[in-house]
């Protein structure tokens, strides 16, 4: 089970960093690739960041490269993504999922993260 969290309210240039644990999964954590989709209200899903299992691995979309940073502690079972700069556009629900950019095993319940002007 995946539970993302760390969501809120923001102004544009802001920070947030959201969290996503895995309870139950042990030590299978570590063989896991992560990844951090959204959805924004009228949109279709999309990707946003994955990192592989071997946490040195990662890859952004161009709408956030440069200014999100997706990392994990796997002594905690978490992956995090680190949010800076908010822009409007990031303006919707976050989703973390077990898999990667082209296929996600399965999801997380989403957080929602709120950019306001």
């Known amino acids: 089970q995946l539970q993302a969290s760390g969501g809120g309210l923001v102004q544009a240039g802001d920070s947030l960093r959201l969290s996503c644990t895995a309870s139950a999964s042990g030590r299978a954590f570590s063989t896991y690739n992560m990844a951090w989709f959204r959805q924004a209200p009228g949109k279709e899903r999309e990707f946003v960041s994955v990192?592989?299992?071997?946490?040195?691995?990662?890859y952004y979309a161009d709408s956030v490269k440069g200014r999100f940073t997706i990392s994990r502690d796997n002594a905690k079972n978490t992956v995090y993504l680190q949010m800076n700069n908010l822009k409007l556009e990031d303006t919707a629900v976050y989703y973390c999922?077990?898999?990667?950019?082209?296929?996600?095993?399965?999801w997380g319940k989403g957080t929602q993260v709120t950019v306001s002007s």
């Open positions: 990192i592989y299992w071997n946490g040195v691995s990662t």
């Open positions: 999922g077990k898999g990667n950019r082209d296929r996600v095993d399965y």
